[in-house]
């Protein structure tokens, strides 16, 4: 009998080897959480109240660029645009958003034809871009993020 149970002790010993666990480190942990989180996309996009009763994702991002375009394009109809010549000219804006809700125009990207036509353009723009209803910043797992954003505008004339 005491045989059996040394056999049975050393078997216990040997086996217990197999099944030790291996700890991490909070370190170790957040390291594996960093690589799995994909820093490109958002959980969640910046929204106007109006948009936050939209479920899905891309709904909320349709009602998010339609206001913010409608409300520039709103504050431009504003101002007094004259062209000598017809035009169809394409300029960027790269609007920035902050964690808070901050919105700032970043810079406009327009072609020389349209400095020389409307010199006041980044200036209407930028009040245009701070005159935007408050803004709910966009999220990544449920902490608020800063988002940049590169909208199109069009000026056509005859």
Not at 9 to 15: I, R, T
Not at 28 to 52: A, G, H, M, N, S
Not at 117 to 145: C, F, M, S
Request: charged fraction near 30%; hydrophobic fraction near 40%; proline fraction near 4%.
């Amino acid at each position: 009998m005491s045989k059996f149970k040394a056999i049975i002790f050393l078997l216990a010993l040997v086996g217990c080897k197999n099944f030790e666990t291996r700890k991490l480190s909070s370190k170790e942990l957040v390291d594996q959480e960093l690589k799995q989180i994909d820093w490109k996309e958002v959980d969640r996009y910046p929204t106007f109240v109006v948009c936050q009763a939209y479920a899905s994702q891309e709904e909320v991002a349709r009602c998010f660029a339609k206001v913010i375009t409608e409300e520039i394009y709103k504050n431009l109809q504003e101002k007094e645009i004259n062209f000598k010549d017809s035009i169809a000219e394409k300029a960027w804006l790269f609007i920035s958003i902050s964690e808070e809700g901050n919105t700032r125009l970043d810079s406009l990207q327009q072609s020389s034809t349209l400095q020389q036509n409307l010199p006041d353009l980044e200036n209407w723009l930028q009040v245009a871009v701070q005159d935007l209803p408050k803004v709910y910043p966009a999220q990544k797992r449920g902490i608020p993020v800063a988002t940049n954003f590169r909208l199109p505008i069009r000026f056509e004339t005859e």
